[in-house]
């Protein structure tokens, strides 16, 4: 009896132990996190801050280790929404572009021109019903949405000449993301879009294979330091890549309430501060077009009439996107990106092209 008594007595304790703890015997010692680029950009120190501060406030309970440079997809980034559907991977820093094929509402954010260039349209669509009907469907599909993040308007940049208007870019071979809208959007152009991964894109713009490609300047151009490979750069803000810190439900079901509630507000808070650090020197302010420059880019910032003639050519492909969207959801974000340059009407850049 004693004998039991004791063993009942270390067991007992063990269990206190646990409970005190927080601890889950469902928790995993390492959960996967998903992230496309490497380290050093932004989007890559938003998965690190939002590991370590989960990290610390569950007392190392929560160990999200993050898996940098696409290390947890296989073949192409675009499948990454379906590993953490599936819960092969835990946790995700993803972008909108990436996941839009499994997710068609997503590609509201590629639609050309829509946003005009304005961070404050888009905040008001990400923080509106828009943004929370975005959420929900993704909820529907098995990954739980926590944050939005920001990998910034997409500029492009090519080894061949200086685009100002739609037919500089005929017969260019641009790297682009594998969604449709995209190579939609280059065809119509007269481009010849490529749909390869990051790393192949790399390799192949340093063999001269592909001449050109899109991407923020603050999150991928300076980072990689694009002007190694190519000499021209054209700002023109034509869509822009949100990101969002997400968790597989499969993963987010074996968290109790207490950790759901502090994963969620560690989320919101290295969503934003990711989004404050990508947006550091924005996409044709006079920052990043220095050290463009200072690096040996010829800049070239499209004017309002320069513009003019990119959005006649792909409207088009705006119009046929549309309804694959869904026509609801594209008319509400209008009107939200509407009634935000009623208030404060976007300010045409100044900045002059030397």
Not at 104 to 127: I, M, Q, W
Not at 198 to 219: I, R
Not at 228 to 237: A, L, R
Request: aromatic share 10%; net charge positive; charged share 25%.
């Amino acid at each position: 009896m004693k004998g039991r008594l004791i063993g009942f007595l270390i067991v007992l304790s063990y269990v206190l132990g646990l409970a005190a703890t927080g601890f889950s015997a469902n928790y995993k010692p390492e959960y996967k996190m998903s992230i496309v680029v490497g380290p050093t950009t932004s989007w890559g120190m938003g998965g690190a801050k939002f590991s370590e501060l989960v990290k610390e406030r569950t007392n190392g309970r929560i160990n999200i280790k993050v898996y940098y440079s696409g290390q947890l997809y296989a073949g192409k980034q675009t499948n990454e929404f379906l590993l953490l559907k599936q819960g092969v991977a835990d946790f995700a820093l993803g972008s909108t572009i990436n996941w839009s094929p499994a997710v068609r509402e997503l590609n509201l954010f590629a639609l050309p021109f829509f946003f005009n260039g304005s961070y404050k349209a888009l905040d008001a669509v990400e923080s509106g019903d828009v943004g929370k009907r975005i959420f929900k469907i993704l909820d529907e599909k098995g990954v739980v949405a926590m944050g939005w993040g920001e990998n910034g308007f997409r500029e492009i940049t090519n080894s061949k000449r200086s685009i100002k208007k739609p037919t500089d870019l005929n017969g260019l071979k641009i790297r682009v993301v594998g969604s449709p809208i995209f190579i939609d959007i280059f065809k119509s152009l007269g481009a010849n879009p490529i749909s390869m991964n990051w790393g192949e894109a790399l390799s192949a713009f340093q063999a001269g294979t592909v001449d050109g490609q899109e991407n923020p300047v603050t999150g991928i151009i300076i980072p990689y330091k694009l002007w190694q490979v190519h000499k021209y750069c054209t700002f023109w803000n034509y869509v822009i890549d949100p990101l969002i810190l997400a968790v597989s439900k499969e993963t987010w079901n074996t968290f109790d309430a207490k950790d759901r509630a502090i994963i969620r507000k560690a989320a919101l808070e290295a969503a934003d501060w990711q989004k404050k650090a990508a947006r550091e020197g924005l996409a044709g302010s006079s920052d990043s077009l220095n050290i463009l420059k200072k690096n040996g880019m010829d800049v070239y910032v499209l004017t309002a009439e320069d513009m003019k003639a990119f959005k006649d050519k792909v409207k088009p492909v705006y119009d046929r996107w549309v309804p694959e969207i869904g026509a609801d959801l594209v008319k509400a974000a209008e009107t939200t990106v509407q009634s935000i340059e009623k208030k404060a009407p976007a300010k045409r850049r100044s900045l002059r092209n030397k």
